[in-house]
T-cell receptor
Framework: AQSVAQPEDQVNVAEGNPLTVKCTYS??????LFWYVQYPNRGLQFLLK??????LVKGSYGFEAEFNKSQTSFHLKKPSALVSDSALYFC?????????????FGTGTLLAVQP | NAGVTQTPKFQVLKTGQSMTLQCAQD?????MYWYRQDPGMGLRLIYY???????DKGEVPNGYNVSRLNKREFSLRLESAAPSQTSVYFC????????????????FGPGTRLTVL
């Protein structure tokens, strides 16, 4: 079965420090991976994706993610956290089951950046 | 260009009442999706429509029906609401197949917060 795991319900980091939000995956086909962010009372916004190519993917708002095939991971990173980065972050992977295009989402990680 | 719009933003129902959540997108996307978001559960797919004229069940379809009215609109209906359907509902759209074999992301609406008493 295909799945995505976000092992941390919450990540706390001080403003200015680097942040990492973890994601691991299990898929039957090529791993197409995504990160989304959700601010309070808003819909999900796309941050970045990995389809193929360079293992380090750069996205919106200074975020990047590193694809690691041997560890089946796709961790989200940012060199210097901002208070405004505080939000709920979701990792997702393409679902290769069936004939259509769906995403499987993780349960989300709440990022709290303290001033 | 409004992207994905959803109505209503909030709704309170009594058990057994029915209602329809509306979703529209102006990006000319082929595929549309309905999700529910519950604490600790992430997003779970209720129904999706790969293209105009087709709909399929997702992970949690029981108690829901959908209609792909045209390419722009995809509605979700609760025929007899239950407290277990209290949730935040998101509609999304995408054109999954990108150029050169890519794969495109989904775009999400702002959500409908539904409470069933």
């Amino acid at each position: 079965a295909q799945s995505v795991a976000q092992p941390e319900d919450q990540v706390n980091v001080a403003e200015g420090n680097p942040l990492t939000v973890k994601c691991t995956y299990s898929v039957s086909g090529n791993p197409y991976l995504f990160w989304y962010v959700q601010y309070p009372n808003r819909g999900l916004q796309f941050l970045l994706k990995y389809i193929t190519g360079d293992n380090l993917v750069k996205g919106s708002y200074g975020f990047e993610a590193e694809f690691n095939k041997s560890q089946t991971s796709f961790h989200l990173k940012k060199p210097s956290a901002l208070v405004s980065d505080s939000a709920l972050y979701f990792c997702a992977v393409r679902d290769w089951g069936g004939a259509t295009n769906k995403l499987i989402f993780g349960t989300g990680t709440l990022l709290a950046v303290q001033p | 260009n409004a992207g994905v719009t959803q109505t209503p933003k909030f709704q309170v129902l009594k058990t057994g009442q029915s209602m329809t959540l509306q979703c529209a997108q102006d990006m000319n996307h082929n595929s549309m999706y309905w999700y529910r978001q519950d604490p600790g559960m992430g997003l779970r797919l209720i129904y999706y429509s790969a293209s105009e004229g087709t709909t399929d069940k997702g992970e949690v379809p029981n108690g829901y029906n959908v209609s792909r009215l045209n390419k722009r609109e995809f509605s979700l209906r609760l025929e007899s609401a239950a407290p277990s359907q209290t949730s935040v509902y998101f509609c999304a759209s995408s054109d999954p197949s990108g150029s050169g074999g890519g794969y495109n992301e989904q775009f999400f609406g702002p959500g409908t917060r539904l409470t069933v008493l």
